[in-house]
């Protein structure tokens, strides 16, 4: 990629950010958090997820 196609794509990214609605990304960047998987889960992969199951049925008896 020759450096003038990557400022091209760089003033075209920035001017596209800055053309939508403030409203708009707002919202763009509230359902991208909403759709990432949660810290722990990510990096502890399920045991957390068992754990938590686990005290909530030892929590019902």
């Known amino acids: 990629m020759k450096s003038d196609d990557y400022i091209r794509f760089l003033t075209k ?3 596209t950010h800055f053309e939508t609605p403030k ?3 707002n919202k763009r960047k509230l359902e991208k958090k909403m759709q ?8 502890f992969g ?3 997820y ?3 199951i686990g005290f ?3 929590k019902k008896r």
């Not at 990432?36 to 990096?43: D, H, I, M, R």
Request: charged fraction near 40%.
């Open 13 to 15: 990214t920035v001017v």
């Open 36 to 43: 990432k998987e949660p810290f722990v889960y990510k990096w």
């Open 46 to 48: 399920i045991f957390p």
């Open 56 to 58: 909530k049925k030892i």
């Open 23 to 25: 409203e708009e990304r």
């Open 50 to 52: 068992m754990v938590k």
